[in-house]
C-alpha cells in the first residue's frame, strides 16, 4: 500500500530534550516536506526536500533541523524542543514535477512539550 | 507572499443539505493550483478537489464543486447532499505553479473551516 508514515504519533517531553520523528514513505518520491498545525493557523511549512541531499528552509524553520540521506525519509529533528513548538505535525511527499500532483500526507504527529 | 483566508472558523449543515465553503487567496502569479483538502476527526489529510488556475472550467468531484472566480481570487467548495461523514475541519490551500525556486512545492493554508453536519 502507498503510504507516508511517521514515528511516533503521540509524543510528550520536556523541554531541551532533543527528539526526532520519522517520515518515511514507499512511493518514491522525489519531494518530501514537514508541515506543522497550529489552531488559527492552519498548516504551515516547516521545511522540503527536492532530492536526496536537497533541503530548504520554508515558512518556519526556527528550531527545527532535516535531513535526507535516503530518498524515502525525511526526518525531522528538533534539537532542544520548547513549549512553542507544542503542534501536531505532517509530512508529506509528492512525485516531481509537482504540476497539480497530489501531496500525500502522513497521518500526523501530536507533539507536546512541557 | 501569497496569503489564503477562509472567514468562516464554523460552518453547520442539515444532512442532505447543501453548503458552501468560502476561501480568498492572494497572488500575482498567473501559474497556480488551488486545492481543498478535509481534515476528519482521524486527523488525516485527504484531497478533496483540485483546481488549475490556466483552467476556466470548475472542478467537480461527486457531491463537491468549486466557484473558481479568478479574478475575484475566491475559491469556494460546494458541498451537495450533505453527509454525516462530511463532517472534518476543511482546508483550502494554494501552491504556486513554474518549476523549481524558492519555496517550490509549498501548500499554503487557511485558517480551516469546521463543518458540523446535523441528522
Known amino acids: 500500500e502507498a503510504q507516508v508514515t511517521q514515528n511516533p504519533r503521540y509524543l510528550i517531553t520536556v523541554t531541551g530534550k532533543k527528539l526526532t520523528v520519522t517520515c518515511s514513505q514507499n512511493?518514491?518520491?522525489?519531494?518530501m516536506s514537514w508541515y506543522r498545525q497550529d489552531p488559527g493557523l492552519g498548516l504551515r511549512q516547516i521545511y522540503y526536500s527536492m532530492n536526496v541531499e536537497v533541503t530548504d528552509k520554508g515558512d518556519v524553520p526556527e528550531g527545527y533541523k532535516v535531513s535526507r540521506k535516503e530518498k524515502r525519509n525525511f526526518p525531522l529533528i528538533l534539537e532542544s524542543p520548547s513549549p512553542n513548538q507544542t503542534s501536531l505535525y505532517f509530512c508529506a511527499s509528492s512525485p516531481l514535477p509537482l504540476q497539480s500532483s497530489e501531496q500525500y500526507f502522513g497521518p500526523g504527529t501530536r507533539l507536546t512539550v512541557t | 507572499a501569497q496569503t489564503v483566508t477562509q472567514s468562516q472558523p464554523e460552518m453547520s449543515v442539515q444532512e442532505a443539505e447543501t453548503v458552501t465553503l468560502s476561501c480568498t487567496y492572494d497572488?500575482?502569479?498567473?501559474?497556480?493550483?488551488l486545492f481543498w483538502y478535509k481534515q476528519p476527526p482521524s486527523r488525516q489529510m485527504i484531497l478533496v478537489i483540485r483546481q488549475e488556475a490556466y483552467k476556466q472550467q470548475n472542478a467537480t468531484e461527486n457531491r463537491f464543486s468549486v466557484n473558481f472566480q479568478k479574478a475575484a481570487k475566491s475559491f469556494s467548495l460546494k458541498i451537495s447532499d450533505s453527509q454525516l461523514g462530511d463532517a472534518a475541519m476543511y482546508f483550502c490551500a494554494y501552491r504556486r505553479g513554474g518549476a523549481g525556486g524558492t519555496s517550490y512545492g509549498k501548500l499554503t493554508f487557511g485558517q480551516g473551516t469546521i463543518l458540523t453536519v446535523h441528522p
Open positions: 512511493m518514491n518520491h522525489e519531494y
Open positions: 497572488t500575482s502569479e498567473s501559474d497556480y493550483y
